[in-house]
């Protein structure tokens, strides 16, 4: 109870979401908000995630105000340390940014290439058609030719 006061007391009332018709939110809403926020889907993985909320019974619906209230206010504090990281933090962002942009950059190169090569592959295939295509008719002009050549020779 002195956790939930303390809560209370750190997390004014104005943080309490309140549904679009104004009321309360009731419990399921809560709990659907409070799982969605905090990216979880039971009570045990949002106590676990949530060392603050390990005291309370989640099957009052007053636990559950204080929950979204402790996530919220985590969520804000969270979203405040990375507008402003610890040095050694911007500099390994930095790094991870500069890093993905490399990879972005290979994996248009990459696809450029696939593309490419599918490109060909395609007309090569085309190619091969063709001279299958004209392999034939040779082979039949050959043997119509032979025929032809036969029939001569025993006339």
Same mark, same amino acid.
């Given at each position: &109870? ?14 309490? &979401? ?31 995630k ?15 105000e204080?929950? &979204? ?8 504090e ?14 390994l ?9 490399k ?16 490109s060909?592959s ?13 392999t034939?008719?040779l ?17």
């Amino acid at each position: &109870i002195d956790v939930v006061k303390e809560l209370l007391e750190r997390c004014p009332l104005k943080t309490l &979401i309140i549904c679009s018709s104004s009321k309360i939110m009731k419990i399921q809403e809560l709990k659907a908000k409070v799982y969605e926020l905090s990216l979880v889907k039971t009570t045990q993985q949002l106590k676990a995630k949530y060392s603050e909320l390990k005291v309370l019974d989640m099957r009052k619906k007053t636990s559950w105000e204080v929950a &979204i209230k402790v996530v919220q206010q985590q969520e804000n504090e969270f979203e405040q340390w990375l507008e402003n990281p610890p040095e050694e933090y911007k500099e390994l962002f930095l790094e991870i940014s500069e890093t993905s942009q490399k990879y972005d950059q290979q994996s248009a190169k990459t696809k450029h290439l696939v593309q490419e090569v599918l490109s060909m592959s395609s007309s090569i295939e085309d190619l091969a058609e063709e001279f299958q295509e004209e392999t034939i008719q040779l082979v039949q002009s050959l043997t119509t030719k032979s025929k032809i050549s036969e029939k001569s020779k025993l006339n």
